[in-house]
């Protein structure tokens, strides 16, 4: 999303910093292989200044935004000599943690968290479009291209679209050789909002930390 959003010719790291100073808090989503998480050369992310989430984070750190840590998949807050000096400030930013078994409450949990550092325009279109936590993602775009599905087809036409039960399972099975037993759980609730097939895919690929894995996965899916 930084690439896509980074006009050609202009430095990233003067974008990157340039858009952090503008918003009013950043989440930072930790996994269980965040910290260790390295590049293609083996060096560890963190510990590359011109890592996109290292420079982001710095960015914010430095102006003293609010930076609210989003643990996932169980992972623990990082200790201060875990992190590089200008990511240190991290280890002492209070974190909100979000599981599968407690899913809609942590994410009310976090959204009254992020309640304080919102402009009013931002607290009216929570207002207008309440999440119910079994998603985090750009619900609106989703639910209008959707919408536009629908009115353009009717009938076993939409219900087409839809995964069954076989292809619920066959996900499921395939996504558990990455995250374990809940991938059954992970997988019913993703088909619950997916008007396809090859949506359901892309939900639980979001499941998988490491990003050759997702690729891994989505290859297998659609096999």
Request: hydrophobic share 40%.
């Amino acid at each position: 999303m930084d690439v896509a959003a980074i006009e050609p010719g202009r430095d990233f790291r003067k974008a990157i910093d340039q858009s952090v100073s503008t918003c009013s808090v950043l989440l930072a989503v930790i996994g269980q292989g965040w910290l260790g998480s390295t590049d293609p050369g083996g060096g560890r992310r963190l510990d590359d200044v011109n890592d996109f989430v290292r420079i982001e984070l710095a960015s914010a750190l430095r102006r003293d935004i609010p930076v609210v840590p989003v643990l996932v998949q169980s992972a623990k807050m990082p200790h201060e000599e875990q992190l590089p000096d200008d990511l240190k400030e991290l280890a002492y930013r209070n974190a909100v943690e979000l599981t599968h078994a407690r899913w809609k409450s942590d994410v009310q949990v976090l959204l009254r968290a992020l309640g304080p550092h919102l402009d009013e325009s931002c607290k009216d279109a929570f207002k207008e479009h309440p999440v119910d936590g079994n998603e985090v993602q750009d619900a609106g775009s989703k639910e209008a291209s959707r919408g536009q599905m629908a009115g353009r087809m009717s009938g076993p036409q939409v219900d087409a679209l839809k995964p069954d039960a076989k292809t619920i399972e066959r996900v499921s099975a395939i996504l558990a050789a990455y995250i374990g037993p809940i991938s059954e759980l992970i997988v019913k609730r993703a088909a619950k909002r997916s008007s396809s097939i090859e949506e359901l895919y892309e939900i639980a690929a979001r499941e998988i930390e490491s990003e050759a894995d997702r690729a891994k996965f989505l290859r297998s899916c659609r096999n």
